[in-house]
């Protein structure tokens, strides 16, 4: 086995103050976070009123550009799974947050279905009219022609046995759509330890470009990769908060800018969609 070595030390910014190592794992070419939190103690990393997907709330510069930003968003990623999938169909969403997604794409015409282990997102998704299920157990006896997961695989523990599920629960040629930070965007690197987007210990695995291929080569193949643009605004908006504690920073938007511009040439943008069709 080859030895991990230590790639930066980052702080819980948002919770405990803690401050974690995140390991470099050569083979997969992606960040372990060290020490992971024990299951049963987890949650408590995400008990913040700042924790912005188990929220609608608009208060503050950052949570308003959030959630306007994401009106637009949702509407292109409903448009991607659709063409995805020549049509609509059924679709399951994991970490589905308070359900905005599943809504716009229920409005398009999909079958709608989402997990999420938070009880105050499930609720403000009860108020949508959407069920959501706390656990996968609940869906183990349906087939899906889409399972997507938007920012949601950097927080699943036991990822690797989670994604073999995902890959049962598609139809034949079923689609899995996946979308996590990059951790080799120009961002991250300017950041550094206080780019966001590493949000320990939330984030127990952070990807490269070329980490969720090799992990899914065997059971999916990939059909393209999407860059998620506005990511690098946001990311960087919070990052120059946790850096200089400033709420809006032109600065933020410049590093933003430059981070895509850079990453029409190399492809390292802050965050990427991974489009994958399963394996017969």
Known sequence: MVSKSVYISIKDHLVSGEEFKLLFDPELEMLITSPQPLEETLHSYYE????????DDKKGVISFLYQTVKEFALKRKVKL?????????????????????????????????????????????????LDLKQDIQEVLSQKFDVITLWHVLEHIPNYKEMLQTYH????????????????????????????????????????????????????FKLVTMKPMLFDSYYVS??????????????????????????????????????CFKKHI
């Open 237 to 274: 908006l919070l990052s120059e908060k946790y850096k200089t504690g400033n709420n809006f920073s032109i600065r933020a938007f410049w590093v933003g800018l430059v981070s895509n511009l850079k990453a029409m040439r190399t492809k390292e943008y802050s965050s990427l969609i991974y």
């Open 48 to 55: 913040s009123e700042n924790y912005i997907s188990h929220t």
């Open 81 to 129: 799974v659709t063409k995805l999938n020549n049509g609509n169909g059924k679709l399951l969403d994991i970490g589905a947050g308070t359900g905005d997604f599943l809504v716009v794409a229920k409005n398009r015409g999909w079958e709608v279905s989402g997990v999420e282990v938070s009880a105050k997102a499930r609720s403000l998704a009860a108020e949508k009219n």
């Open 168 to 219: 049962s629960l598609l139809h034949e040629n079923g689609i899995l759509i996946i979308a996590v930070p990059n951790f080799k965007s120009y961002d991250a690197n300017y950041y550094k330890k206080h780019w966001a987007a590493y949000d320990v210990p939330r984030h127990l695995w952070h990807f490269s470009r070329v980490s969720i291929p090799k992990i899914l080569k065997d059971t």
